[in-house]
């Protein structure tokens, strides 16, 4: 009677604990300074309504010459995966579809630049809309820290040295909406949350979504990806029988490291951009387009994000 027991309790012992919801995939390429900022906004310590069984972050060093340590990965959490690719392709849509790989998780999240802070919120709340809508794509708005977009911002100055004295007077750790106070919106989210947004730097979905997209389209060869990921966020946002969300209040924050395209001069941007769209056409066999998708608001209008959303108003209104 006793050694049935002693077998069943060392049976329990052994079982795997249950497999989190969703994986957070994010790609990182010579960030020693701007991805632990990021990865702390994912970790436990600083999303609300969520725990460390609840979902996974899989870290993924796309062939960096000066890579994080594992250990720089590990240390945010038990729920967080360093995968190290050598001889990497300067896009990052392998990455990408390698990370997701790597996990079993039903709901996936992508970060394609490991540069960009999260909202303390986030996560919880696409796990709320994942679970409460069919087919859900859902998006983040994009900002940029600093006093405008980085391709303008960058040219009066502005750097990472100012980027960190802004940074440090906020104490963003434990008041993480406050970022909201020292950035500008991205190009990509020109209405912030009362218009369409042209990409997601955090976009979430089912894996079953993921697999009947192909995952990352790994033909963009760029560097960078060229426009990877707004390739990926309309055919996302045009899957049929889906439901397009994006979510209210919550954001992602684009911190200066030298990226392909945010942190080029912007007299520059429209002959990278005409570059990217070529690269596009080669792949699609059409210069790229914007869904006309509408999206859907799912979440709490939170305090912070009030004086965005009367911007929006008066340009509507202009």
Sequence with gaps: MLSRFIQKLSKLRKRSPPAPLLAL????????????RTLLTLSPAYQQGVNTGDYEVIVVENGSPTPL????????????RYLWIENASPSPAEAINRGVALSKAPFIGIIIDGARMATPGVVALALQALQSFKRAVVGTVGFHLGPDVQMESIGRGYNQEIEDELLAGIDWRNHGYRLFEISALAGSSPTGW???????NLIFLSRVLFNELGGFDERFSSPGGGIVN???YRRACDLPNSTLITLLSEATFHQVHG???ANQPASELPQRLQACNEEHRRIRGAYFENSLQVPLLFGPIRPEIIPWLQKALDLSKA
């Design 230 to 232: 707004l390739d990926f």
């Design 194 to 200: 009362l218009g369409r947004i042209n990409e997601s």
């Design 69 to 80: 340590m594992a250990e720089e990965v590990t240390q945010f959490g038990a729920n967080f």
């Design 259 to 261: 990226g392909a395209m």
């Design 25 to 36: 995939v994010v790609i990182v390429f010579n960030m020693r300074r701007e991805a632990p």
